[in-house]
């Protein structure tokens, strides 16, 4: 398979269950001190936050992505094949206006000073921080990937996947269709291999794993030929047989999701011919797609 063959066949992949895991396991040394509540209803319908950290009391996090952290933090993420758009910004701000709103009615039981915005990105989103910037929000870098964004109710951060330390965000970092650092793959194996919480590291490695297959392919079978213990060698011979599994499952979802990604694309704006380029459907069935739906 050629590279840009594996980054077409990607639309399929769930990527945001794979990012709420590299979440939790980015700040698992802070496990007790975090609550971490996935995929949270905001209403009655159907209406959902990725992820909805709740912070214990004063606890401090000191970590690039958490220092933000106040009681209620909403964190909302844009898979590879996505972006945070102008529009999409204003709606995450809209939940946490919605989450306030879940609190008893009268009460301010949620109080709006205590609660922060996450937006994740792969890319620097910059059409959203020139708009900003010339609406007068002062947009700052903080850290390496982290900038925060002030002007608003709440405290915002926009993290940027690309742009974060590889050391420092070990598991948001593999996170890409473009995935180089096989000694970074290789870590988080081994991290995987000797870790009880191996639910949370298969669910990211689904992800890695299917934008990523040739890489990730080679890293397991470097990690074979290694002189390893036998529990980790019968542990990476069970990650191999996982993902032979879970192949016939993608390959059958593929199609399908291909077509659900181009209609959002289109919704957002992006011409015809990306939206080709991105999916690897027609230009005519794009037009069907968004057309006569």
Do not use: C
């Amino acid at each position: 398979m050629k590279r840009g063959e594996a980054v077409k066949e990607n639309e399929s992949i769930s990527w945001h269950p794979s990012f709420a895991a590299a979440l939790q396991l980015e700040l698992q040394a802070y496990a007790d001190e975090l609550e971490f509540q996935l995929e949270f209803e905001l209403t009655s319908e159907p209406l959902k936050v990725d992820v909805l950290i709740l912070k214990d009391g004063e606890a401090y996090i000191d970590k690039n992505i958490g220092r933000i952290f106040r009681h209620y933090n909403v964190v909302e993420y844009k898979s590879p094949r996505d972006y945070v758009s102008i529009d999409d910004f204003y709606k995450a701000i809209a939940y946490v206006y919605l989450y306030k709103n879940t609190g008893d009615k009268g009460i301010d039981t949620i109080d709006i000073r205590e609660m922060t915005l996450t937006l994740v990105s792969l890319y620097k989103p910059t059409k959203l921080l020139d708009y900003l910037q010339k609406r007068e929000k002062h947009v700052y870098f903080e850290n390496e990937g982290v900038y925060y964004i002030e002007g608003m109710d709440v405290p915002i951060q926009l993290l940027i996947q690309d742009d974060l330390p590889n050391k420092e965000n070990e598991y948001l970092t593999l996170l890409t269709n473009q995935l180089q650092e096989k000694e970074q793959l290789q870590r988080a194996l081994m991290d995987y291999f000797q870790d009880s919480k191996k639910d949370l590291y298969l669910l990211m490695f689904h992800a890695v794993f299917h934008a990523n297959p040739e890489l990730f392919t080679e890293v397991i079978q470097t990690m074979q030929k290694l002189d390893l213990d036998p529990d980790t060698q019968k542990k990476i011979d069970d990650v191999v047989k996982e993902f032979e599994w879970d192949k016939k499952w993608r390959e059958e979802g593929s199609e399908l999701a291909k077509e659900e990604i181009a209609k959002k694309l289109f919704v957002k704006g992006m011409s015809l011919e990306d939206i080709a380029e991105a999916t690897g459907l027609s230009i005519d069935k794009i037009n069907k797609l968004t057309h006569h739906d």
